[in-house]
């Protein structure tokens, strides 16, 4: 919900006629009125219940509908998406002063001249653009204290019949679907969370990640009905529902796992619900549809909240089946003539057109979006209905020749569309007696999704693993890596032992008793800890009064560090506790060293990560302090306990935060064993201080093929073996050799 002051902020930028306007809705009275006297009037009507109350009353069907589907979206929307559901649902729409060109947006103007919602639009908050484009029209919000829990939408049911059961029906059960959602989690859990470009988009190596982790193909066969590019549509829904949260540059779970499946199903879905209706980067086509994509991210937006709406106002059916086509049909009544995948034909003028002309030319209009509905919205809500809409397991669907042809809403998605939920959804305890799994000797776990509750599925997902899931029964098995997994994660093996009874239903075989608690025992021998949060302090007292002072949850390492516990928020620092410096392992550390021709290290930073001294130790000797000298016989002892020179000069390449000099780069390679080719010897300068007179020597050719190299304008390197024949040669030009 987006926070008061931010909509508070918002008013201060309404012109001042505007804001007069607005102040009279909340009891302002007629007349001149200031505007800092205007704001305040609407300011003081937001903070009191009774005037919030008074005005949403004297509110039309559609305006008490916009904002309570605002609501559900968590208090913003695409302002035509906003509207576009609202009408869908029955909300007759109020009159616009643009006639025949009339856009979606405009119907929430009104609302907007109210002060009940305000446009993030540069252009000022009271104006609610409609731009057909992939960012779609402005983007409105309210204000928390506008959108009371009481609000409810007040749809008109559409006219539909009911259709004779389908042969065949398929529906999810809400535990395969809290399944998957648990899978979904762990497995960015698993991958360090989610990388996020500068436009807020994922990378495509992290989506193949993320679906690599999950055994999903390109397309997703759930229940025999496919399901294409599902990481792509997950990361993009759970990007915007509000369960993830943004940590370094990473979108990570926003709580455990365990915490999630404590959560009403309900309203764990309606969040994921959300992030599909607003996911604009994944479409439920393959990649081959018929389908103009210019303005794909925009118009999927606004057809799933149309959809969404229509969902909304399906007659009461009790466990009726309606027709798919039908409900097309319904829904291009509704919404039609403003909505549309690929583009909307533009409206016949009335420009030099009256009477019957006009009529015809309308009746040509309409004709044409009916074939173009029918051509490519039909085809597309059958592709809505079995990707996500079955995926969250809001509605059950019969099929024939593969393509689904009925539809009625199951129970959870009477609870997450219908309020108030016209049936209790069967998502809490088992919906039969008996026990919710069977332990085997051999460590197989069988569980019956019938009998077993969210919570006994967050244990197994926690502490086994899972090989098999079908529609009725899925398969769990105890491995020792899974149990250690549960350990680390700070949980006791009594949690495990004891939710295993539970759902057992009798006692555990009692070599799967003794096992793990023998793998309990010796994992206490050593302790390998996946992604640790792990406190460095001064020394054991300043950990203490840490501990006592912040109630920091964790287990003491060692005299100076605390191992913080895994229900710990990775994202932020521990109330009361400043950090100096925060280091992640999973990625590359900081350069913080400095070195010198002959070897001296030192470290340019306060601070050191764990892993620093240890690293240099292994090659160099220590100095004083945060020094340390890189020698021959260090050097050696490292090699000759294993290491390899290739692992010094990647330390240093990733550590220093300057280029390693040469020479210091030559003398560490001779000194790990690999000498390099040079010598020594003498030499001879023939030397003039009349530089033409050397020039004229070197020319003459029994000299110049004595000279090695010229060192200058008045020197030059001469072959010491051949210094009889440079003597004989100058002898004979009369020159005389100063000794």
């Not at 983007?139 to 539909?160: G, I, K, W």
């Not at 051999?442 to 919570?455: G, K, M, S």
Request: net charge neutral; charged share 20%; aromatic share 8%.
């Amino acid at each position: 919900m987006p926070a008061n002051d931010r909509f508070d902020l918002r008013l201060d930028a309404v012109r001042s006629d505007d804001l007069k306007r607005m102040a009279r809705r909340w009891g302002a009275p007629t007349g001149s009125l200031p505007k800092a006297a205007a704001l305040a009037v609407v300011r003081a009507g937001l903070a009191d219940p009774q005037r919030v109350a008074g005005v949403l009353a004297g509110l039309g069907p559609f305006g008490r509908t916009a904002l309570a589907l605002l609501r559900t979206m968590g208090g913003e929307l695409d302002a035509a998406a906003l509207a576009l559901a609202t009408r869908a649902a029955g909300g007759a729409t109020p009159h616009t002063r643009r006639a025949w060109q009339e856009s979606p947006a405009d119907w929430l103007q009104p609302l907007a001249d109210d002060g009940l919602l305000l446009a993030d639009n540069p252009y000022g908050p009271l104006h609610i653009a409609d731009h057909y484009s992939f960012a779609g029209s402005s983007l409105v919000f309210s204000d928390a204290r506008l959108l009371l829990p009481s609000l409810r939408p007040e749809p008109t049911p559409l006219a539909l019949g009911l259709e004779a059961p389908p042969t065949a029906s398929s529906a999810r059960r809400p535990q395969s679907v809290l399944l998957d959602l648990m899978s979904v989690l762990q497995a960015i859990i698993d991958s360090g969370g989610l990388r996020l470009t500068q436009q807020g988009w994922f990378y495509l190596p992290e989506l193949r990640k993320l679906a690599k982790l999950l055994g999903w193909s390109a397309v997703l066969d759930v229940d025999g009905l496919p399901f294409p590019a599902p990481a792509r549509a997950l990361a993009a829904a759970l990007g915007r529902s509000g369960l993830l949260t943004l940590a370094e540059g990473r979108l990570v779970p926003a709580e455990s796992i365990t915490e999630l499946s404590l959560r009403p199903l309900p309203e764990v879905v309606t969040a994921l619900l959300r992030g599909f209706l607003m996911a604009k980067e994944w479409w439920e086509w393959p990649a081959d549809a018929d389908v103009w994509s210019g303005y794909q991210g925009a118009n999927y937006v606004r057809t799933r909240a149309a959809l969404w709406g229509a969902l909304l106002a399906l007659p009461e059916a009790g466990d009726g089946f309606f027709s798919l086509s039908s409900f097309s049909q319904a829904l291009f009544a509704r919404v039609g003539e403003w909505v549309a995948l690929d583009y909307l034909p533009p409206r016949p003028s009335e420009y030099g057109r009256q009477g019957d002309e006009l009529k015809r030319a309308s009746a040509t209009w309409r004709a044409d979006l009916a074939a173009r509905w029918k051509k490519h919205e039909t085809p597309w809500l059958e592709s809505a209905f079995r990707t996500w809409l079955y995926w969250l397991g809001l509605v059950e669907i019969g099929t024939e020749g593969g393509v689904v042809s009925t539809f009625r809403l199951t129970d959870l998605g009477r609870a997450v569309l219908l309020q108030p939920p016209r049936a209790t959804p069967a998502h809490g305890a088992p919906a039969a007696a008996g026990p919710a799994w069977v332990v085997q000797p051999d460590f197989e776990i069988t569980v019956y999704l019938e009998h077993a509750t969210p919570r006994q599925l967050a244990l197994l997902e926690r502490w086994t693993e899972r090989r098999q899931t079908q529609r009725h029964v899925v398969q769990y098995r105890v491995t020792r890596e899974a149990v250690y997994r549960g350990l680390e994660a700070g949980s006791p093996l009594a949690e495990l032992l004891d939710g295993l009874r539970a759902g057992n239903g009798r006692e555990l075989p009692q070599n799967v008793s003794t096992e793990l608690q023998g793998w309990a025992a010796r994992r206490e021998l050593i302790t390998l800890h996946r992604g640790a949060r792990l406190l460095e302090f001064a020394s054991t007292a300043e950990r203490e009064a840490a501990r006592a002072a912040a109630h920091l949850a964790g287990e003491p390492v060692g005299e100076r560090f605390l191992l913080l516990s895994a229900a710990a928020d990775s994202a932020k620092a521990p109330v009361g506790i400043k950090l100096r410096s925060r280091f992640r392992y999973d990625q590359p550390l900081p350069a913080c060293l400095s070195v010198d021709a002959r070897g001296a290290l030192r470290l340019t930073t306060p601070d050191a990560d764990l892993l620093l001294r240890s690293e240099l130790e292994t090659w160099a000797t220590p100095s004083g302090d945060d020094a340390w000298q890189l020698t021959a016989a260090s050097v050696a002892a490292a090699v000759a306990a294993g290491r390899r020179a290739d692992d010094l000069f990647a330390l240093l390449k990733g550590r220093l935060a300057e280029p390693l000099p040469p020479a210091l780069g030559v003398a560490l390679r001779t000194w790990a064993g690999q000498p390099q080719a040079i010598a020594l010897t003498k030499a001879v300068v023939l030397r003039c201080p009349q530089r033409e007179v050397l020039d004229a020597v070197a020319q003459d050719p029994e000299i110049k093929s004595c000279i090695l190299a010229r060192l200058g304008p008045t020197a030059a390197l001469v072959d010491p073996t051949r210094l009889r024949e440079v003597r004989k040669a100058l002898r004979w030009a009369g020159l005389t050799l100063a000794e």
